[in-house]
Structure formats: structure tokens, C-alpha cells
């Protein structure tokens, strides 16, 4: 699969298991820094919850560099490390999701926190609102002013971001492109110059 999901926005969702009560809040992130912010947040909302246990892959889902999870509490490896499983085998990325415990005062045992912390994530993932996230590599584009106006319109007409610009001598345009499409458009982009131009691909080897 050339694509991964993100969430589109922050979602809530509820789930109660012998009197507990499990809110789980999914939330689009991108890198641990806002990772970790949005956990602080959760905590911050709910200071009175007996736990507020998180997971989260924060960038491209085979990116192991930016996994965690914590228990917050709970018997060791019975609700971070569960709800990480979980969302690693989603296909999520750029994901964050923290679910906040209300104690009812039946035990579950560990077995039983293991499946209800998994359930409240499986759960919550599959009623997520998401969005499909294609990978994207850099690519620097270096034209001369008079093609800028035709080039301006074409990145317009794609699915292409424009990162930065820089003006000197020439035309310096920083491009975000997507792994799949950017073949054909590469070839697009080099007929619409005339072969004017100078492409700078990122060296994956």
C-alpha cells in the first residue's frame, strides 16, 4: 500500500467495560513533539481519571523512530503496549490516541485490561474520519524567469506542494512530490520546459 491514514481531525470516543469507563481520543500528529503536547492535554482535561494511558506513531507508520506508549500507571504492558499493537497493525500514521480510564470498581485482571484497552483503540480506529497520506520526497526545481507564470499554473493544476521559492539568477522551487505520480509528471513537467530546467531528486540510496 502506497498510502497511509491520519486522522482528519481530533475524535472522541466512548466505551464503558464492568462499570470502567474508556474514553478514547484520537488525534492527527505529526512528530513527538506534538505527540507528547497532545498527551499533556488529555491529562490536563481529564486530571481526575485514574489513568490516562496513550500510544502513538507520529510520522510514516514503518517509522519505529517515532513509536511510544505508556501505561500511565496501569500493570506493566496492559494498555500502552496493547494500544500500540493495535495502531501499528491499522495502517495509521500520524496518530496519537490516548485512552483515559474511570475506574467501576470490578477489576478486569490483566488479561482483561489487555483486551479492553485493545478494544477501546480497535474501536475507536475503525470509526475514525481519515484521510489517505501519500509519502512525499523533495525535489528542487531550478528554472529561468520567463517560464515561471506556465510552471506556476502546472504545480497549481497537481497535487505537488511548493515549499519554498527562491529568486537569484533563477528560479529555485523547493517541491514536495508523491512517490507514485511524480514519474509522470516529472516527464509533464519536462515537456511543458522544453527540457529548460533543472531537477534535483533526493538520493534514496
Avoid at 10 to 25: A, D, G, H
Avoid at 44 to 68: K, S
Avoid at 186 to 201: A, F, M, P, R
Amino acid at each position: 500500500m502506497d498510502y497511509y491514514l491520519s486522522p482528519t481531525h481530533t475524535q472522541r470516543f466512548e466505551l464503558e467495560i464492568k462499570n470502567s469507563q474508556f474514553i478514547t481520543t484520537v488525534c492527527r500528529t505529526n512528530g513527538r513533539a506534538e505527540a507528547k503536547a497532545f498527551v499533556d492535554d488529555m491529562k490536563q482535561r481529564y486530571p481526575d481519571a485514574n489513568h490516562n494511558c496513550w500510544a502513538f506513531i507520529a510520522g510514516a507508520p514503518n517509522n519505529a523512530h517515532l513509536w511510544d506508549q505508556s501505561d500511565d500507571g496501569e500493570p506493566k504492558g496492559t494498555a500502552g503496549k496493547p494500544m500500540l499493537n493495535v495502531l501499528q497493525h491499522s495502517n495509521f500514521g500520524e496518530t496519537a490516541i490516548v485512552v483515559t480510564r474511570y475506574f467501576g470498581g470490578i477489576k478486569l485482571g490483566a488479561g482483561g485490561l489487555v483486551r479492553a484497552y485493545s478494544q477501546a483503540v480497535q474501536e475507536a480506529l475503525a470509526n475514525t474520519i481519515h484521510e489517505n497520506i501519500y509519502p512525499r520526497e523533495p525535489v528542487q526545481l531550478k528554472i529561468a524567469y520567463p517560464l515561471l507564470g506556465k510552471v506556476e499554473y502546472w504545480l497549481e493544476q497537481s497535487d505537488i506542494e511548493v515549499i519554498n521559492k527562491t529568486y537569484s539568477d533563477n528560479i529555485v522551487i523547493d517541491l514536495a512530490v508523491i512517490e507514485r505520480t511524480w514519474p509522470e509528471q516529472k516527464v509533464s513537467l519536462t515537456e511543458l520546459c522544453q527540457g529548460s530546467l533543472t531537477l534535483i531528486e533526493s538520493d534514496k540510496a
